[in-house]
Nanobody
C-alpha cells in the first residue's frame, strides 16, 4: 500500500496562488490514479481533481475548473495541484488519495490517503 504525504499548504490572499505536492513514500505511485479532495470545517470531503496513472487524463470539479491544474511527475514520484485565482471558499484541508481510476469522484473510491495540508485564503 502506498503512503502519501501532502505539502505546500499555507495562508494566501484572495487571488493568489499555491502549489500543493503529494509525495509517495514506501512505494511508488505506479499503477495508481491520484485524486485531490478538500474538506472545510463542518462540511463533507469534496472531490477537487484527479489524474490518471499515465498522466494523460485529468478531471476537475466545476468549482475549480480553469483555476486549478493537476499534474504528475513520475521521476520525482509526485503529484501536484497548482492553484491560482484562489478564493476564500477554497479554504479547506486538502488531501491527496490513491485509487484504481481517475474517474472516481467519491472519497470511498480511493483506498489510500495522506494526512492533509491546510490551505487558508484570507486577506
Amino acid at each position: 500500500q502506498v503512503h502519501l504525504v501532502e505539502s505546500g499548504g499555507g495562508l494566501v490572499q484572495p487571488g493568489g496562488s499555491l502549489r500543493l505536492s503529494c509525495t509517495a513514500s514506501g512505494r511508488t505511485f505506479n499503477g495508481y490514479a491520484i485524486g485531490w479532495f478538500r474538506q472545510a470545517p463542518g462540511k463533507e470531503r469534496d472531490f477537487v481533481a484527479a489524474i490518471s496513472w499515465g498522466g494523460g487524463t485529468a478531471y476537475y470539479a466545476d468549482s475549480v475548473k480553469g483555476r486549478f491544474t493537476i499534474s504528475r511527475d513520475h521521476a520525482k514520484n509526485k503529484v501536484y495541484l497548482h492553484m491560482k485565482s484562489l478564493k476564500p471558499e477554497d479554504t479547506a484541508v486538502y488531501y491527496c488519495a490513491a485509487g484504481p481510476t481517475s474517474r472516481g469522484r467519491e472519497a470511498y473510491e480511493y483506498p489510500c490517503w495522506g494526512q492533509g495540508t491546510q490551505v487558508t485564503v484570507s486577506s
